[in-house]
Nanobody, 120 residues
């Protein structure tokens, strides 16, 4: 069984910062790609940032230069540092990870989501 647990969401004023964390636990053999997605009310879920182990990050155009994704492989944790937040960043943020389990099965796992609200 694999779980992803997110934390760090909340309410912040425009221009402020938040840091999201997502920790994976369970029968993990290898963490492959980890990333963050978001879903605003009435909108489809969209990718925000992804990071392969040992690779370079990819960012959505709308967050480039403001958000930074990083990971701590020893802690099975991925972070999303969000600076210069805008009201349009308001959404539920989801952590996603492609994980190979100790049974050598690979699949995509999602966290429960954390709400980020940016007030103007």
């Amino acid at each position: 069984q694999v779980q992803l647990v997110e934390s760090g969401g909340g309410l912040v004023q425009e221009g402020g910062s938040l840091r999201l964390s997502c920790t994976a636990s369970g029968n993990i053999f290898r963490l492959n790609v980890m990333g963050w997605y978001r879903q605003a009310p009435g909108e489809q879920r969209e990718p925000v940032a992804t990071l392969r182990s040992g690779g370079s990050p990819d960012y959505a155009f709308s967050v480039k230069g403001r958000f930074t994704i990083s990971r701590d492989n020893a802690k099975n944790t991925v972070y999303l540092q969000m600076n210069s937040l805008k009201p349009e960043d308001t959404a539920v943020y989801y952590c996603d990870a492609r994980i190979t389990t100790t049974d050598f099965l690979t699949g995509d796992y999602w966290g429960q989501g954390t709400q980020v609200t940016v007030s103007s």
